[in-house]
């Protein structure tokens, strides 16, 4: 799957040396299919409720996930596909914060990691805001691993560049960008077969 095992592998080395439970969180498979063709109405009242999704996100909130979307993607989504997308994106980020929430009282712990993608942390609309939404006595730290940019000189512009002055993180932690591949290239194929 994407992305490849190996970069995982180490994580979850430490975690099984450190006898500590591992959980996947995700929303199941068969829910996320459904969810491709008719979005959040593919889930159920008490399920929306037991997320925090049965209200809309602000309009502001929602025109900025479905833009990063779309920047993501290359450009390449747009319409109801992109509606599905965006709505796909909070029920899995409400997911992951709802079983962030069960693991640590299932196991008694005083908390839990979550390892995820860098737009799945973001504090404004992700998984860190479902949990302070849901738990809003919980403490919440959000680490991003940004890619410096190659011409940047220094690592903190790469980070303006990509989110302005105000980035939705509690910490930064930079890194050599893993190939200078466009992705948007590399992807194309896959991308263009999206709407």
């Given at each position: 799957g994407?992305?490849?095992?190996h970069l995982y592998e180490p994580i979850f080395e430490?975690?099984?040396?450190?006898?500590?439970?591992?959980?996947a969180v995700d929303l199941a498979a068969p829910r996320l299919e459904s969810?491709?063709?008719?979005?959040?109405?593919?889930?159920?009242?008490?399920?929306?409720?037991?997320?925090?999704?049965?209200?809309?996100?602000?309009?502001?909130?929602?025109q900025a996930l479905a833009d990063q979307i779309r920047t993501a993607h290359c450009g390449y989504v747009s319409g109801s596909?992109?509606?599905?997308?965006?709505?796909?994106?909070?029920?899995r980020d409400a997911q992951l914060a709802r079983a962030l929430i069960d693991a640590s009282r299932t196991w008694a712990t005083d908390g839990a990691i979550l390892i995820a993608g860098t737009e799945h942390v973001r504090r404004d609309r992700a998984v860190p805001a479902y949990l302070t939404r849901l738990t809003p006595d919980a403490?919440?730290?959000s680490v991003a691993f940004l890619e410096v940019t190659p011409a940047q000189t220094e690592p903190v512009h790469?980070?303006?560049?990509?989110?302005?002055?105000?980035h939705p993180f509690d910490y930064v932690w930079f890194t050599p960008r893993v190939d200078d591949l466009d992705?948007?290239?590399?992807?194309?194929?896959?991308l263009e077969g999206l709407n």
């Open positions: 994407w992305p490849p095992w430490a975690a099984l040396r450190a006898h500590l439970p591992i959980a969810m491709q063709d008719e979005g959040l109405d593919a889930l159920e009242p008490a399920l929306l409720a037991r997320l925090a999704l049965d209200e809309p996100l602000p309009r502001a909130q929602r596909v992109l509606d599905r997308m965006v709505d796909m994106q909070r029920a403490t919440v730290a790469s980070l303006v560049a990509e989110y302005g002055e105000t992705p948007c290239e590399k992807f194309k194929e896959a």
